[in-house]
């Protein structure tokens, strides 16, 4: 149950805000959606619309370019994009892959950063798909961009083998990583999932205690709030993480490895 501002509707509706009722994931608040279903009169609420299914809504084209614009990616900021975007459109990318010399148009863009823009383009053209394939399943744009930049060509891969590696980066918060996870049907119980979820336990009580180690009760009770281990199971991932370089035990005492150091 849920309260939505409406941008537009094809429906006998009036207002800008409803109550709608549906199954769903997480919602974010920054998101647009799009929600199909029927409007139904609650003998108790009133009217609400009853959702059968939904579409998030990616950015316009021109939203995008400027985002992509103004990543990391390239030599320039948000306004010089938006520049950029308000002269050519939607036709933004094509216009400077035919032509570079078109950037010499836009005030303050001198030959090396035209060189950098149109070398980027180049090599973008060739995983713009990875872009959009991350975006379907869930991150953000700069967040795919930002992913992109470190990782290259590899992020596909990496998210598909164990997208929790991606926890190491620090661009994303483990929450997030875990419910575009989750959504790509990674059982709760899942090693790859457990492991993260204890490294996530570790760093959030020693930044919330001022700890630079935990006891194994610690670890484990807060552990608990999140999956039902074993203590074999979470001794054997314990070994593991250790021999993955991520954590430290000694005298009983268990550290993140760059804590410990």
Do not use: W
């Not at 990875?130 to 795919?144: A, H």
């Not at 993480?241 to 005492?253: A, C, F, M, S, Y």
Request: net charge negative.
């Amino acid at each position: 149950v849920g309260l939505f501002k409406i941008r537009e509707n094809n429906i006998d509706y009036e207002d800008n805000i409803i109550n709608i009722t549906g199954i769903f994931p997480k919602l974010n608040e920054k998101k647009e959606y799009i929600l199909y279903g029927n409007l139904v009169n609650h003998p108790k609420y009133g009217l609400q619309f009853s959702v059968s299914s939904f579409e998030v809504v990616l950015p316009t084209k021109e939203e995008e370019l400027v985002t992509f614009l103004s990543s990391d990616l390239f030599p320039i900021g948000e306004k010089t994009a938006k520049r950029i975007v308000d002269t050519f459109h939607e036709e933004t990318i094509n216009k400077i892959l035919e032509n570079k010399d078109c950037l010499q148009l836009i005030p303050r863009l001198n030959e090396k950063k035209n060189d950098k823009i149109y070398n980027v383009l180049v090599d973008y053209q060739n995983t713009s798909n990875i872009v959009l394939e991350l975006t379907k399943l869930g991150f953000e744009m700069k967040e795919s961009l930002s992913f992109l930049n470190k990782y290259d060509n590899k992020i596909l891969d990496t998210v598909n083998t164990n997208i929790y590696e991606l926890i190491d980066s620090d661009e994303m918060s483990f929450n997030k990583i875990d419910e575009i996870a989750l959504n790509m049907g990674i059982e709760e119980d899942d090693d790859r999932r457990i492991k993260a979820l204890i490294i996530y336990v570790m760093k959030e009580l020693c930044f919330n205690n001022g700890d630079t180690y935990l006891t194994l009760e610690e670890i484990s009770f807060n552990l608990s709030n999140f999956v039902s281990i074993s203590p074999e199971k979470l001794d054997y991932l314990m070994i593991k993480l250790i021999r993955d370089g991520k954590i430290v035990i000694e005298d009983k005492r268990y550290y993140l490895k760059k804590f410990y150091e």
